[in-house]
């Protein structure tokens, strides 16, 4: 649970947070982490389709309680945010069309001839 909290109080939240910010600017492209943020969640969701978002509230939902459970109002502050700021990226991704290329196209070559 420390693990977790951590990173997303030191990581995970700022960069979402900044990621969402840069896309609500219209800041293309974006600095290095917070296109891996946007990059992996549009990933993850492509790959897992409807269970992301299960997964998302199921996984957040739980920890939150249990936080609760154990008395660690950090760690419940921590996934509140992250389960408001999330979401508030990924409808800036759906609103922005932001897509993944994918690194080598069919039928392309990856030597460049």
Request: charged share 10%.
């Amino acid at each position: 649970m420390l693990i977790y909290t951590l990173a997303l109080i030191f990581i995970i939240i700022p960069m979402t947070i900044r990621a969402y910010l840069s896309l609500k600017a219209g800041k293309l492209p974006l600095p290095k982490f917070q296109n891996n943020i946007v990059v992996n969640q549009i990933k993850i969701r492509n790959a897992l389709g409807v269970m992301y978002h299960v997964l998302f509230w199921g996984f957040h939902v739980f920890f939150a309680l249990w936080a609760v459970e154990k008395e660690a109002w950090g760690s419940f502050l921590a996934v509140v945010v992250y389960m408001v700021a999330n979401p508030m990226l990924s409808a800036q991704i759906k609103a922005r069309g932001v897509t993944v290329q994918p690194a080598n196209p069919p039928g392309g070559t990856s030597n460049g001839s």
